[in-house]
């Protein structure tokens, strides 16, 4: 006789063949990778939008003003001013975050700015790009003005890797 009781051999046998019958795993690897796939393409058309990619120049900006202590300055304001033009602009024309990308690229060469005087060169550049001819004529009003050892623009540069 047995050790194995009748009820284990009479389950064993039925289980089995429902586990034989339950078919390949693929069709859910499949749809998980659809599914990744799907939350990919969402998620990039999230991203790519001009708005996102502001406040991304914002917070990553204020992080380093914050680290100065200068979050009331005419440059943060100027620098608003600048990133809410452009935002407007690409928001009116359709474009996308990739464009906008291409917009704002001016201020981070670091080949071409080199005192303040340049980063606000470098935003009349923008400016005119975007066809705000009163911010540019602003900006190159306060880029006469502006004092190239000023300690916000150091702290810019640095982050800039300049």
């Known amino acids: 006789m047995s ?56 917070k990553r900006n204020l992080k380093e003003i914050k680290k100065l202590g200068v979050e009331n300055s005419d440059f943060v304001n100027d620098l608003d001013k600048l990133l809410d033009s452009v935002e407007n602009y690409a928001t009116k024309n359709g474009m996308k975050g990739t464009d906008v990308v291409k917009i704002i690229s001016p201020m981070n060469d670091s080949a071409r700015i080199k005192t303040a005087g340049d980063m606000y060169q470098s935003m009349i550049y923008i400016a005119n790009d ?20 000023s300690p916000l623009m150091a702290g810019l540069f640095k982050r800039a890797g300049i």
């Open 130 to 149: 975007i066809k705000d001819t009163s911010l540019a004529r602003e900006f190159k009003t306060k880029s006469k003005q502006v004092k190239a050892n």
């Open 3 to 58: 050790d194995v009781p009748v009820s284990v051999t009479t389950a064993a046998e039925v289980i089995q063949p429902v586990a034989e019958s339950s078919g390949s795993i693929w069709g859910y690897v499949a749809g998980g990778v659809a599914l990744l796939i799907l939350a990919g393409f969402f998620g990039y058309k999230m991203i790519n939008k001009p708005a996102f990619i502001i406040n991304r120049v914002r």
